[in-house]
């Protein structure tokens, strides 16, 4: 049972919890909610059960691909064994269901609404016969669903008001980005397992442009909202600035992508150390 907890804790990459439970946690608090049922239930959720059932339907029908690639086996994901995926399955639907439905009772119409589409992208970006992790740029378009919808969920239960909008926008480009900067350094054990993604379709150079253009753009899309939001786009330059020494990568030097990668993983801490910031200062 032991050993069983932690497989399944490795495959929910936990390195990667923060990204989806602080959105919900950010976009809640700042814009009038309290720390209430609904935030504990929320933050607990995106942490954990969330993620595992993101990470773990990905890895079962992954499976061809990440036996493949040199970068599984750690905090970016695990190598499980084909006997294990019903246990992940099983896993994913028993921590996910509960929380589903306090949320609903918790929530309101259009919040049960916005979590009912949150899931079908998050179910859909992995899952046979939809497999839209296959299907170039809607890949990168459905991860950055994954990790913008907890925002917008946050969103949908404190009904704000438009003003937030060009947060989300900038942080959908961000997600979009990170998506098609990730999916390079996986080209050729993609190629090899025969799936397809935005950066085995159109090759590691021109992936790599079109993630340092939208880190870009979505770092404008904050800066030009006003201090102290631009210190966020600032920090979020940063993301444009790990990509520079590999826009000249090619498919068959893709693998180094994976050294601006693990920069990234930690960047996000850095980035959400410098929001968490911004948004207390902005709080007095």
Request: charged share 10%.
């Given at each position: 049972?032991?050993?069983?907890?932690?497989?399944?804790?490795?495959?929910?990459?936990?390195?990667?919890?923060p990204?989806?439970?602080?959105?919900f946690?950010?976009?809640?608090?700042?814009?009038?909610?309290?720390?209430?049922?609904?935030?504990?239930?929320?933050?607990?959720?995106?942490?954990?059960?969330?993620?595992?059932?993101?990470?773990?339907?990905?890895?079962?029908?992954?499976?061809?691909?990440?036996?493949?690639?040199?970068?599984?086996?750690?905090?970016?994901?695990?190598?499980?064994?084909?006997?294990?995926?019903?246990?992940?399955?099983?896993?994913?639907?028993?921590?996910?269901?509960?929380?589903?439905?306090?949320?609903?009772?918790?929530?309101?119409?259009?919040?049960?609404?916005?979590?009912?589409?949150?899931l079908?992208f998050?179910?859909?970006?992995?899952?046979?016969?939809?497999?839209?992790?296959?299907?170039?740029?809607l890949?990168?378009?459905?991860?950055?669903?994954?990790?913008?919808?907890?925002?917008?969920?946050?969103?949908?239960?404190?009904?704000?008001?438009?003003?937030?909008?060009?947060?989300?926008?900038?942080?959908?480009?961000?997600?979009?980005?990170?998506?098609?900067?990730?999916?390079?350094?996986?080209?050729?054990?993609?190629?090899?397992?025969?799936?397809?993604?935005?950066?085995?379709?159109?090759?590691g150079?021109l992936?790599?442009?079109?993630?340092?253009?939208?880190?870009?753009?979505?770092?404008?899309?904050v800066?030009?909202?006003?201090?102290?939001?631009?210190?966020?786009?600032?920090?979020?330059?940063?993301?444009?600035?790990?990509?520079?020494?590999?826009?000249?990568?090619?498919?068959?030097?893709?693998?180094?992508?994976?050294?601006?990668?693990?920069?990234?993983?930690?960047?996000?801490?850095?980035?959400?150390?410098?929001?968490?910031?911004?948004?207390?200062?902005?709080?007095?």
């Amino acid at each position: 049972m032991i050993e069983t907890i932690k497989k399944l804790f490795w495959i929910s990459r936990p390195i990667s919890w923060p990204n989806t439970a602080y959105p919900f946690a950010a976009g809640y608090i700042v814009t009038g909610g309290g720390i209430d049922a609904l935030f504990i239930i929320g933050v607990l959720y995106f942490l954990g059960s969330y993620n595992l059932l993101m990470y773990g339907v990905n890895d079962v029908y992954d499976y061809e691909s990440d036996i493949r690639n040199p970068r599984k086996g750690g905090i970016e994901g695990m190598k499980s064994q084909k006997q294990f995926h019903p246990t992940i399955l099983r896993a994913a639907l028993l921590t996910n269901v509960p929380f589903i439905l306090l949320l609903c009772l918790f929530g309101n119409p259009l919040s049960g609404l916005v979590l009912a589409v949150l899931l079908f992208f998050v179910v859909a970006y992995s899952l046979a016969g939809l497999r839209f992790k296959e299907k170039p740029l809607l890949d990168s378009i459905t991860s950055s669903i994954h990790f913008v919808g907890p925002l917008i969920y946050a969103l949908s239960l404190t009904q704000v008001t438009a003003g937030a909008w060009p947060f989300v926008v900038a942080f959908f480009l961000w997600g979009i980005a990170s998506h098609a900067f990730g999916a390079v350094q996986d080209i050729l054990p993609d190629r090899a397992g025969k799936l397809a993604s935005i950066a085995t379709y159109f090759g590691g150079r021109l992936t790599m442009w079109f993630a340092f253009v939208l880190y870009v753009a979505a770092s404008v899309f904050v800066i030009v909202q006003g201090f102290p939001y631009s210190i966020i786009g600032l920090a979020g330059l940063l993301y444009a600035v790990n990509l520079i020494p590999y826009l000249r990568i090619n498919d068959k030097t893709s693998k180094v992508a994976n050294r601006p990668w693990r920069r990234f993983i930690w960047l996000n801490l850095f980035t959400g150390f410098v929001v968490t910031l911004v948004l207390i200062l902005n709080s007095f």
